[in-house]
């Protein structure tokens, strides 16, 4: 599987953005998907993930409420929907896919090259 993300940009605190991930091959419904992201100086984090039909979902605290992970499966694209920005939302962010529904880096096998999502004050 090979991801493409695309739809950061900058945004103003409130705002929102909607961030989409592309995948090529005929296995994406099998995969779990997430979305992480990482700020310079600083560790990846989870952000959220979804099972493979779309059934369970998770999120992390800082986001829960906010955003929204969801997966078109007909067109092989995961989406975040990223809604009442703040300044710490940014960072770049980075789709991935794996075999398990984890909050952890190591579980997922396939990662894009992130899009840079900037909120201003």
């Known amino acids: 599987v090979q991801l493409q993300a695309s739809g950061g940009g900058l945004v103003q605190t409130g705002g929102f953005l909607r961030v989409s991930c592309a995948a090529s091959g005929r296995t994406f419904s099998e995969h779990y998907m997430a979305w992480f992201r990482q700020a310079p100086g600083k560790e990846r984090e989870f952000i959220a993930a979804?099972?493979?039909?779309?059934?369970?979902?998770s999120y992390a605290d800082s986001v829960k409420g906010r955003f929204a992970i969801s997966r078109d499966n007909a067109k092989n694209i995961l989406y975040l929907q990223a809604n009442s920005l703040k300044p710490e939302d940014t960072s770049v962010y980075y789709c991935?896919?794996?075999?398990?529904?984890?909050?952890?880096?190591?579980?997922?096998?396939?990662w894009g090259q992130g899009t840079q999502v900037t909120v201003s004050s």
């Open positions: 991935a896919g794996g075999t398990v529904l984890s909050r952890s880096v190591e579980h997922y096998r396939y």
């Open positions: 979804i099972s493979g039909s779309g059934g369970m979902r």
